[in-house]
């Protein structure tokens, strides 16, 4: 019964799904996987700095470390805001706070700083903001230990409501000043702007989503569904809706066509999940569970970085578990 009860609910799906027969995802549109690329590339590309830093840092040789180190953060592209490039950074920094003296910053790279800090104060909108905050970012990549500069150029990402770059920098700096007489209340302040990306995450996700891809099988982890989505060639019966409940989110399964199970604008609800970073957890209803002879019923999901694309996976029967990719409703 609970296997006949999961054909009827695929079936559902069986006429939208298209059969291109690779399943690929498509190129570009995936927020979760560009990032993981661009991780990997910075993996790769601060390897061999890395190495060497590693190696002299291993005989003692700590001012070299520093300058492979450096080395690596150069070797990855301006604007770089991968965690590679924060982990590099900090690594920098924690080591520069070892010596006595720290190492001198050159006369050309304090031009850089000096410039920046004018800019800065000249600034008036987006644009003077903008050319500021390059400025500081061209003279980090040779000095990232500079703690002013950090912090200066986190307030500047912050005016430009870039609320994660503002965040990194803040941290950088509580990192490269731990002796700051204004580190409790910098400290208030990463913690109110992660609480704002948090809330803010949120609430772009209360609305209606519609599915883009689907798929199913054995039990599979959501970031490694690169080449098992399939299309849709048509409308899906139904599609869901999110409603926020604190740090909680309700999905609700809303169909729009009649089915076996549920009639067209029969509100069903699905899952009550659990957002931990961009992580979702939970289980689905007992209500749902029933009505569809669910045996598993765990849930797991993530949300893209724009908090526009979900993909949600939750176990069926046996070692069968449905995937959703979905995509907010413009």
């Known amino acids: 019964m609970t296997l006949l009860r999961l054909a009827v609910l695929l079936a559902a799906l069986a006429p939208v799904v298209g059969c291109s027969g690779t399943g690929e995802s498509g190129g570009g549109d995936d927020p979760d996987r560009e990032a993981q690329r661009a991780e990997e590339q910075a993996r790769q590309l601060a390897a061999p700095h890395e190495a060497k830093a590693r190696e002299c840092e291993s005989e003692g040789k700590l001012r070299e470390a520093i300058k492979h180190y450096v080395a690596a953060i150069q070797a990855l592209p301006e604007g770089n805001t991968t965690a590679k490039d924060f982990e590099l950074r ?26 920046a800090e004018a800019m800065a104060k000249a600034a008036k909108d987006s644009v003077g903001w903008s050319n500021a905050a ?60 992660e609480l704002k990306v948090r809330s803010s995450g949120l609430r772009m996700l209360e609305g209606t989503w519609r599915i883009h891809r689907y798929a199913i099988g054995p039990h599979f982890a959501i970031l490694d569904l690169e080449n098992k989505w399939q299309e849709l ?29 549920y009639p067209k604008g029969d509100e069903v609800p699905f899952t009550r999940l659990k957002l931990t970073g961009r992580r979702l957890e939970g289980r689905v209803t007992p209500q749902w569970r029933k009505d569809n002879a669910v045996t598993d019923g765990g849930v797991q999901g993530v949300v893209s970085e724009d908090f526009r694309e979900i993909r949600l996976s939750y176990g069926c029967v046996e070692e069968h578990w449905q995937s959703y990719y979905l995509k907010r409703n413009p």
């Open 90 to 115: 900090e690594k920098v920094i924690k080591l520069v706070l070892s010596l006595d003296p720290p190492p001198a910053i050159s006369e050309d790279v304090q031009q850089m700083f000096n410039r």
């Open 134 to 193: 390059q400025e500081y970012e061209r003279a980090l990549r040779y000095a990232p230990w500079h703690a002013q500069a950090n912090f200066n150029l986190g307030l500047l990402y912050e005016s430009m409501t870039k609320v994660p770059s503002a965040i990194c920098c803040l941290k950088l700096y509580l990192v490269a000043a731990p002796q700051a007489s204004d580190r409790d209340e910098v400290q208030k302040k990463v913690t109110q702007l």
């Open 233 to 261: 060639s048509s409308p899906s019966p139904y599609h869901f809706t999110i409603h926020v409940r604190g740090r909680e989110i309700d999905l609700t399964q809303v169909w729009h066509a009649d089915f076996a199970l």
